[in-house]
């Protein structure tokens, strides 16, 4: 007898007790929902932060003055000496002020961030120009504004263009005191939309040359360094070599190590959910040959007659088999559809909340810090294996009983009521 | 077709206790022949015909029919001789319910190679000798007590066996279709020289046949030969 006609038998004896097969697939569609839905969703938050990481530069760290008192103030001094450390590509000190641009009657919290703008994009790999250029070394005025300057809500509204020009209401303190101004900057560029980012939002800054920031801020000193490592196996170094020398004077973050955390947070919370999700398919195994066992009890008299009639004990277990892969299948497919859903819904509700603050060291910037993107990774190889999954669940528990039913006397089954 | 019967016995073990119901049978059912076996209940008839058309194993002793030796054979080799050889009808008829007359005539077919469209064939030419061209597509349940049993006839004859076993294959019907079953049985024993061998507790029957063997406490009591084959 060919397979087909196996699973044509079993299909019949299927839908001949829809209400079980139903009651049973449903069983089964939870775990590879949960598979598919948590899987995806938890790579697709994976992916979206390491993008987001990479974009900010993995091998960037953020080195600033520590606020207990002791501090070390950050001079040319103390850049060359960080940038003289093994394992150190670049060193770049930066001022950062905070400030408002006014949109209509409103205003919008922005930072000013002055540095050595050659050498934005080796610290921020991922910022890219949507007009205009990075201002040259020379161009004290200009500046290059973040795609969300004038647009916080990321609409179609464009109020900044290259030789528009952009005016800042800062305030920054010298000497114990607040110094509050207004200063004004011709745009040279504006950057794509960049996204949320790690300890900065570009999107809400306005990049400006270091000699610029030094005339806003009237200092010497400057807010911190951006270092850049040779390699993502260098962050480490650099970082206890930073700490060997200035001890609690200078504070290091990398963005490097704040992924890691939350790799291993993910890898965490993904083993847990994965963990629940394979629970649920165990359930479904036994559900599944639960149902089988009453399946050949109440069938029993049926096979004495397919016996009766010259089925072989092979024949009989595979429509039986058959029958619970079938089932499996058919609670895979189903199970994966409803995964699908489940990962964006997951996406939706959570993906919202997981903004980072931004625009100040540990201090938010006024406004509401974008929401990660995040979009579910659900690659055809999941959805492919979680069905080959439910399918194998589905034909393993139907095993036993499959084999009980094989071995069947045929006249003591035709004797079963 | 014959059928060699040497020194059968069969014991069923239930809950530690051991029932005889073969003490021990030896006979011979020739080829050909139309063979009644009588008893009173409990005698053990059905549990020869059942060994017969190798539903059961012997517990001892052996059969042959057709020089294979049952009780040596294997479960594979047990069901191809219930699918090649021999064909059952059996007093309930054994239908099954959620399956169309045609289709429960196709299922002996469906273990042998050969194409959907062959097994259909042969399964409604076996339908129209019975009889029931007009009901294929009906399901038992709307099928009457001699219809079900002459779509299990159907059943039967589609594998053309060479032997017919029906245990008490007219116990459910009215005298007017038992008579059509066994006119229509006893027509293939005399036209295609199947072997037939009835359980029957009917003496009309049994006069019909052209042996009986008389069964009675797991015994062969006596054989009473009708017809010389």
């Not at chain 1, 079993?10 to 929902?33: D, E, F, H, N, Y």
């Not at chain 1, 931004?358 to 492919?384: C, M, N, Q, Y």
């Not at chain 2, 530690?16 to 011979?28: E, M, V």
């Not at chain 2, 959620?98 to 299922?107: C, D, H, S």
Request: glycine share 12%.
């Amino acid at each position: 007898m060919k397979v087909q006609m196996m699973v044509t038998l079993a299909w019949q004896a299927l839908i001949s007790r829809k209400l079980r097969a139903v009651l049973t697939i449903l069983g089964i569609v939870v775990g590879p929902a949960l598979i598919v839905g948590l899987v995806g969703a938890t790579e697709g938050f994976k992916v979206s932060v390491e993008e987001r990481f990479s974009n900010m530069g993995l091998n960037t760290m953020f080195v600033f003055r520590s606020f207990r008192g002791g501090g070390t103030n950050i001079d040319f001094r103390v850049v060359d000496q960080v940038e003289g450390i093994r394992g150190v590509a670049l060193a770049v000190p930066f001022y950062r002020i905070s400030g408002t641009v006014r949109i209509g009657s409103d205003t919008q919290s922005i930072t000013v961030i002055a540095l050595d703008l050659s050498k934005l994009q080796t610290i921020f790999p991922g910022v890219r120009i949507r007009e205009g250029e990075i201002p040259g070394v020379s161009a004290l005025n200009h500046a290059l504004v973040g795609g969300g300057v004038g647009d916080p809500e990321g609409g179609q509204t464009v109020l900044y263009t290259v030789n528009s020009v952009v005016s800042t209401d800062f305030n920054t303190r010298v000497g114990g005191e607040t110094i509050r101004g207004t200063r004004s900057f011709v745009v040279s560029g504006v950057m794509e939309p960049f996204g949320q980012g790690f300890f900065i939002n570009p999107d809400e800054t306005i990049f400006i040359n270091t000699l610029a920031g030094q005339s806003l801020t009237r200092q010497q000193t400057f807010s911190g360094i951006f270092v850049v490592a040779r390699s993502a196996e260098d962050v480490d170094l650099v970082i206890n070599s930073i700490q060997e020398r200035y001890g609690r004077g200078l504070r290091v973050f990398a963005s490097s190590t704040f992924l890691n955390s939350i790799r291993s947070v993910n890898e965490g919370i993904s083993t847990i959910l994965t963990s629940v999700a394979f629970m649920a398919v165990l359930v479904a195994f036994i559900g599944i040959m639960t149902t089988m066992f009453t399946s050949v009890a109440e069938r029993t008299r049926e096979i004495g007659i397919l016996k009766s009639v010259g089925f072989r004990k092979r024949h009989i277990m595979g429509i039986f088999l058959a029958e619970s892969s079938l089932t499996g299948l058919l609670g895979g497919i189903v199970g994966v559809g409803l995964g699908i859903v489940l990962s964006y819904t997951v996406i939706g509700i959570f993906g919202g909340n997981l903004g980072v603050g931004g625009g100040g060291f540990g201090r938010r910037s006024g406004t509401a810090p974008p929401a990660l993107d995040i979009a579910p990774v659900i690659t055809p190889e999941l959805l492919i294996g979680t069905v080959l999954l439910a399918l194998g669940i589905g034909a393993l528990a139907g095993i036993l009983p499959a084999w009980r039913a094989s071995k069947l006397i045929p006249v003591e089954a035709l004797k079963h009521e | 077709m014959s059928v060699v019967m040497e020194d059968v016995q069969k014991t069923y073990s239930t809950g530690g206790y051991a029932t005889a119901a073969l003490l021990g049978i030896t006979a011979r059912i020739e080829s050909g022949e139309f063979a009644c076996i009588m008893g009173p209940s409990g005698s053990g008839k059905s549990t020869l015909m059942n060994l017969l058309g190798a539903l059961d194993r012997p517990t001892r002793g052996r059969i042959i029919v057709d020089g294979q030796d049952l009780s040596k054979s294997s479960d594979d080799q047990l069901a191809d001789f219930r699918n090649r050889k021999v064909s059952f009808i059996f007093q309930s008829y054994n239908l099954i319910n959620r399956l169309t007359a045609l289709e429960n005539v196709i299922l002996p077919l469906l273990v042998k190679e050969g194409s959907k469209t062959d097994r259909i064939r042969a399964s409604m030419k076996a339908l129209e000798s019975v009889g029931l061209r007009h009901r294929v597509r009906h399901t038992p349940d709307r099928l009457s007590g001699g219809e079900q049993q002459r779509v299990a006839m159907a059943r039967a004859l589609v594998t053309k066996p060479k032997i017919i076993l029906g245990d008490e294959p007219t116990g459910n019907l009215d005298t007017k279709t038992a008579e059509s079953v066994m006119d229509l049985l006893k027509q293939l024993n005399r036209d295609r020289g199947l072997t037939l061998v009835i359980v029957t507790h009917s003496a009309d029957i049994a006069k019909q046949a052209d042996k009986i063997l008389y069964v009675r406490d797991g015994l062969l009591e006596k054989v009473d030969v009708r017809k010389k084959n």
